[in-house]
């Protein structure tokens, strides 16, 4: 199979939701990162574009009817160049990249765009149908902005806890404090700050048109460990899982340009990495947080590298107490772990998340000039995704 690249990685800055960028319409804020990244390789011929692979976690509202496919209109692609959206919740533009690569690899393509997009601000309330004609009782409006919603009463109870309280139940299984889960939102949000500070964030988060939002919205360079520890338990009295140490909801797109080893001459510029290796996995559906942990594995021996060769992970920080978990079970040093802030402190818009760890990943690869690179995300119902970079512009790649 042929290798895979990654020649370029961009997205915007994400916004709090019903903050700076809750006014535009996801199928613009994708369009938007679509015609940047397409526009930043300036000898790549848009027709010469195999497909736009997105992904969307909720699609109810204005990112409905297919938003791949949408964007690449908006954004003035040609009109033969095709688009699909996929959705697996969190991991979704993970997902995207992973079924951009598998085309590439199979010879199927030679160039795809990847990315996601998420506005969680505008999300919609939905309405079921009724059984019947004419009821006379109220309806309920239910939103679709996160977790479980319709839920189908064959589904056992325990699978469909709140994401929350899915949290509280791992970190009893794997022993998480309250104490380390803030630490670890505090360094989230130290990091971030310090990374947007160094620049490095500023090559590859792009403005939205219309909005003034530059930097992510999440990030609190001030805070501080106590400030965090006073707050209160979201879902339990006795819990630990609080609105600091667990993801914000936001608003945001990504994407990353694909392409296979010929590429180089079509997009005129050389790749940021190559795709190493992918893996999924999935385990009981309140256990969500968890299933990173054998995707990487998965991934790295697909790879053909141990844990020993990784020098950066890019963890989505759903929530501190699930990463936590992650990455003692893998056994690495915590510092090699999101080193420019991770979702705690920049944010999480669903659909958007895989591509920015990815872009993110490769660019620190980049950076640092270490070889080997883990981005791995845990999914809502209990499953998880990794993708394996190589920095090929690495002396030992």
């Known amino acids: 199979m042929a290798d895979v690249f990654v020649y370029d990685a961009v997205r915007t800055p994400f916004g709090k939701y019903g903050g700076a960028l809750a006014g535009v319409r996801p199928d613009d804020l994708a369009a938007h990162i679509v015609r ?135 970190r009893e299984r794997y022993d998480v404090s309250r104490e380390d889960q803030d630490t670890f939102a505090v360094d ?65 797109a990504s994407a990353a340009l694909l392409g296979s080893a010929r590429s180089a001459s079509l997009i005129g510029v050389e790749p940021l990495a190559r795709v190493a290796g992918w893996g999924v996995a999935a385990n009981e559906p309140q256990f969500f947080g968890y299933a990173p942990v054998e995707a990487a594995n998965l991934a790295l021996k697909r790879a053909g590298v141990g844990w020993g060769d990784v020098a950066l992970v890019e963890l989505n920080e759903a929530f501190a107490a699930q990463s936590l978990a992650c990455v003692r079970a893998w056994d690495i040093d915590p510092g090699i772990v999101n080193v420019h ?17 990815l872009g993110t990943l490769a660019r620190g690869l980049a950076a640092s000039g270490q070889r080997w690179g883990v981005a791995a995300i845990c999914i809502g119902v209990g499953q998880g995704l990794a993708v394996v970079l190589e920095n090929t512009r690495s002396d030992s790649a």
């Open 188 to 252: 989230s949000h130290r990091a971030a700050a310090a990374a947007w500070e160094s620049g490095f964030y500023d090559d590859h988060v792009v403005v939205v048109p219309g909005t003034d939002l530059v930097r992510d919205e999440s990030v609190r360079a001030d805070t501080t460990l106590e400030k965090v520890a006073a707050l209160k338990p979201v879902f339990r009295a006795d819990g630990t899982v609080t609105a600091g140490n667990a993801s914000p909801l936001n608003d945001g």
């Open 36 to 170: 940047t990244l397409v526009g930043r390789s300036p000898d790549l011929d848009p027709a010469r574009i195999d497909e736009v692979v997105l992904g969307n976690a909720n699609g109810a509202g204005e990112d409905n009817r297919n938003v791949a496919r949408m964007a690449g209109l908006l954004a003035g692609l040609p009109v033969t160049v095709p688009g699909t959206t996929v959705n697996r919740l969190c991991g979704s533009s993970l997902d995207a990249t992973i079924n951009a690569a598998r085309q590439i690899a199979l010879g199927e393509a030679d160039v795809v765009v990847a990315g996601g997009v998420e506005s969680m601000s505008r999300a919609p309330w939905v309405l079921p149908k009724p059984g019947r004609a004419f009821p006379a009782g109220n309806a309920e409006l239910v939103s679709t902005t996160l977790g479980w919603r319709l839920v189908n009463p064959a589904m056992p109870a325990e699978w469909t806890v709140s994401l929350g309280e899915a949290t509280e139940q791992l």
């Open 341 to 357: 802030g991770g979702a705690i402190a920049l944010g999480h818009p669903l659909g958007a998340s895989g591509t920015r760890i």
